[in-house]
């Protein structure tokens, strides 16, 4: 059931946007109704580049265009985004436009979809219906897993408990009612939890003073004294971390960045376009290096995508193709950033200038956990595959 809290919240973030999108973006694909808040997410951006800003209308706009249900099964009220192989590169393309948008709304959303995918996976039949119902009702999910030493602690079993500590870097914190968490039982046993929690409460958001996202709302929070019932708890010991969905689903993450990448490709483009620069031969070498990189990007994501989706893959190829995806998108972000600040100049460093937050955005969203140790397994396994290399993929 929902709860009046849950209800109101809900009910407010839905009234953030009185004016409903037209009825023929409605009626329209995932992927157009994501592109078609994209100059007003923009817009959103830079009004909110805050540290104590979060994206309310943005989200209310996704709630709006059903983008919040999308992921969930075709059965819970959803289109399959995340759970139907058909639908892999309409969500590649969905999370590529809502980065391109605003990367703290893509980082948020990101999360929202892990989640779904999670509990699909892992929970049952009742878990996911029960979620599914809040998410129709305009609940944001995520997933947070980042913990201090002590790591956060489930005082009983796999029947329920109390929590003990909390998260750190949790995006959407005192935003975010139904997190997926990560708690260890006393005998050691990892569990996924996904607690309700109240709006505004029990976060810390002082550590985040970060150079970019400043308006994902990541924090700490402290989830100690939580009762935990067996209704909350998804799946079963070790699951959250199982291959290939722990690893493989990176490939989501990185099209949001590459979504990013384009945004950041068309700000070089516009600029160059409106000072007259589009026919200089130094600034044509640049733009296109930055084309080789963008389109780079989104071919290595698209690929990434089918690959997970694709039943015939086994998990260690899968593995490797999305560790080496997530970095080539890294490489291509850090490269198509410096070429558009070399093109532009000091005026893409001006607060004034589009180009100066979305890089800072983009900057700190690239800093994802083990990129050295995935490029390492990733060339463990090509050079422990049989044949040449194009039977590798």
């Known amino acids: 059931m929902i709860s009046e809290a849950e209800r109101l919240a809900s009910d407010s973030l839905a009234g953030q946007h009185p004016d409903g999108p037209p009825d023929h973006v409605l009626q329209d694909t995932p992927l157009v109704r994501a592109r078609w808040m994209r100059a007003e997410a923009r817009a959103f951006a830079v009004e909110l580049d805050d540290d104590a800003a979060f994206p309310v209308q943005s989200l209310a706009r996704l709630c709006q265009l059903n983008l919040l249900t999308a992921p969930l099964p075709t059965v819970s009220g959803g289109e399959g985004l995340a759970t139907e192989e058909t639908a892999a590169l309409t969500l590649c393309g969905v999370l590529r436009a809502i980065g ?18 999670l509990l699909c996976r892992y929970g049952t039949p009742a ?3 029960a979620v599914a119902a809040e998410i129709r009702c305009g609940m944001l999910l995520g997933v947070w897993n980042t913990e201090k030493a002590e ?3 489930l005082i009983g079993d796999e029947r329920g408990g109390t929590l003990h500590g909390g998260k750190t870097f949790a995006s959407g914190a005192g ?10 039982s006393p ?4 569990l996924m939890i996904m607690p309700r929690l109240p709006i505004g409460c029990r976060t810390d958001m002082a550590a985040w003073m970060a150079h970019g996202m400043r308006a994902s ?12 019932t067996p209704e909350e708890i998804i799946g079963g010991d070790g699951d959250y971390h199982r291959e290939p969905l722990f690893s493989a689903g990176a490939w989501r993450f990185a099209a949001v960045q ?16 409106s000072v007259k620069r589009d026919k200089d031969p130094h600034q044509l070498m640049r733009v296109g290096q930055a084309a080789l990189l963008v389109e780079g990007a989104r071919q290595w994501v698209e690929k990434a995508a089918c690959f997970v989706a694709d039943k015939k893959v086994g998990s260690n190829e899968k593995v490797a193709f999305v560790n080496l995806a997530r970095l080539a998108v890294e490489q291509a972000g850090l490269e198509v950033m410096q070429l558009a600040q070399r093109s532009i100049g ?5 607060r004034t200038h589009p180009l100066e937050q979305a890089c800072r955005d983009l900057a700190t969203y690239l800093r994802q956990p083990s990129p050295d140790l995935a490029l390492t397994r990733a060339a463990e396994y090509v050079l422990a595959a049989e044949g040449d290399t194009d039977t590798l993929w």
Request: aromatic content about 8%; hydrophobic content about 45%.
């Open 175 to 184: 935003y975010i009612q139904r997190p997926i968490v990560t708690a260890r």
């Open 258 to 273: 590459s979504g990013a990448i384009a945004y950041i490709f068309d700000l070089l483009r516009q600029h160059l376009r």
């Open 100 to 117: 391109g948008a605003s990367l703290p709304l893509g980082r948020l959303y990101e999360g929202h979809v892990n989640a779904i995918v």
């Open 217 to 228: 709302a990541t924090g700490n929070i402290d989830l100690s004294g939580l009762i935990i």
């Open 187 to 190: 005998s050691g046993v990892r």
């Open 127 to 129: 878990q996911v219906e």
């Open 346 to 350: 000091l005026a893409g460093f001006m």
């Open 151 to 153: 790591g956060l602690r």
